[in-house]
């Protein structure tokens, strides 16, 4: 099918920019006022501000896109046959969010059917943010990222991997033995959740992520900021979840080093 | 023997303090200005901003203290045999610094017969510090930490680990074993190096690290910190390095967990 024309990719892209302002204003506004917090059914943690954020961005979605439909982490789809579908995860790490830790941030992306237009990743606490659109690049404040690529004979020690930590990996299906295996071939690695370990790789901070077992809203934005950026991106897994939702696995950064990740899954 | 009075830690602490500022400024200076990065014999990387701000410790050390020892990460020791002993990591994290990852942070102690009496972590890129001295209690960024214990019944999955990469578990020693033992037992963990790993800890916003095979630069400032917030911090391996240095291996964090962590250990 034909995709939007790259004007319209552009106004989507700088909706999507003003759409992370605004989630960054509120989660700001509330670090310095307080919020609650409580425990969801999964025992997972959930503040005020994660729902404060979707309210806002579902509210702003619906007014200038009314015919778009919108798959969040915190409230129902709304018109989910449409073929623009926006992404959001108000706060991802809101576990690092309630304990002062920096690298929590607001993932959104852009789906026309399923395929990514545009991906933000935006860090309040830390001031920056990943960006891209379909045919536009992929930037980190504003600047444009180009990944060079690892060479394919890089030291397996050398090799900056970042993973979901190993509860991930288990999750639904029992998948232990590649957390296993990853780091024991590739020791140098560190874990974080989504969305900064997301940002270090497109912003070759690191050269590859391996994102095990995590939902939509936790991946949406991924390919097209790592593509944008010159990397690969592959999904590995793709299964539906006992809550009816799906859960997706994916490999990317470098790709070289993607390459040689892939061959651990199989 | 009998340590220092209360007003002579008073002081060592503001020294420590102003020695975090002086590191401060180099670092944010550097990165203004760029900076020379090289590769150590280890394959470990090294910048011109780690041995500048070591250097510039060194000289503020020997002023004002012109009869204590200097133990570094990248000069060799000086006065070895003074009671007193400042312990320097001047960028612990240089990996992360260089591909501007904001977690990484200077680390510095002051130690008398081997016993912490100060400990600073000082992060310039997220404006964080923790600080304690022995008897006056730790800060975080000039609040008082006091750590809440963990209930001793908190599920595994609840339990916030932070640890070392697989690659420290098997420096010299291989405990590769432990690595996989930890993170099957405590699965909802995070991977940082030992500067935001401690001062997440240090703070209360995770709740045990376990940091493996590492150099006493790496360690020196936790035991103080640690304790002087109300956390248990316990020595479990310390052997003889390759290089004629010692690797020490810790457990620390709020005294319930640190106790369910340390029975892992044998």
Do not use: C
Not at 196 to 215: E, K, Q, R, W
């Amino acid at each position: 099918m034909n995709g939007p024309a790259h004007a319209e990719i552009e106004r989507f892209h700088g909706a999507a920019m003003e759409l992370a302002d605004e989630a960054r204003r509120i989660v700001v506004a509330a670090v310095a006022a307080g919020y609650q917090i409580r425990t969801k059914a999964d025992a997972s943690v959930v503040t005020e501000v994660d729902q404060a954020v979707e309210r806002r961005l579902r509210e702003l979605i619906a007014r200038w896109f009314p015919d778009h439909g919108v798959v969040g982490e915190e409230y129902a789809p709304t018109r989910p046959d449409s073929a623009f579908q926006w992404i959001l995860d108000p706060i991802d790490g809101t576990e690092e969010f309630v304990h002062g830790v920096p690298t929590f941030g607001t993932m959104l992306a852009l789906q026309h059917h399923g395929a990514a237009l545009v991906g933000v990743i935006d860090h309040p606490a830390l001031d920056v943010r990943v960006n891209a659109a379909a045919g536009h690049g992929a930037y980190r404040n504003g600047s444009r990222i180009r990944l060079a690529d690892a060479p394919a004979d890089l030291r397996p020690e050398a090799v900056r991997l970042v993973l979901s930590a190993r509860l991930n990996f288990t999750r639904q299906v029992d998948e232990g033995h590649l957390f296993e295996a990853l780091t024991r071939t590739y020791p140098n690695h560190r874990i974080y959740r989504a969305a900064y370990a997301h940002t270090a790789v497109v912003s070759g901070a690191a050269d590859v992520m391996v994102d095990m077992h995590n939902h939509v809203w936790d991946l949406a934005p991924a390919r097209i900021l790592v593509e944008e950026a010159g990397g690969r991106y592959a999904v590995v897994r793709d299964f539906p979840a006992s809550d009816g939702d799906r859960l997706i696995s994916a490999v990317f950064g470098r790709p070289a080093v993607v390459d040689r990740v892939l061959a651990l899954f199989g």
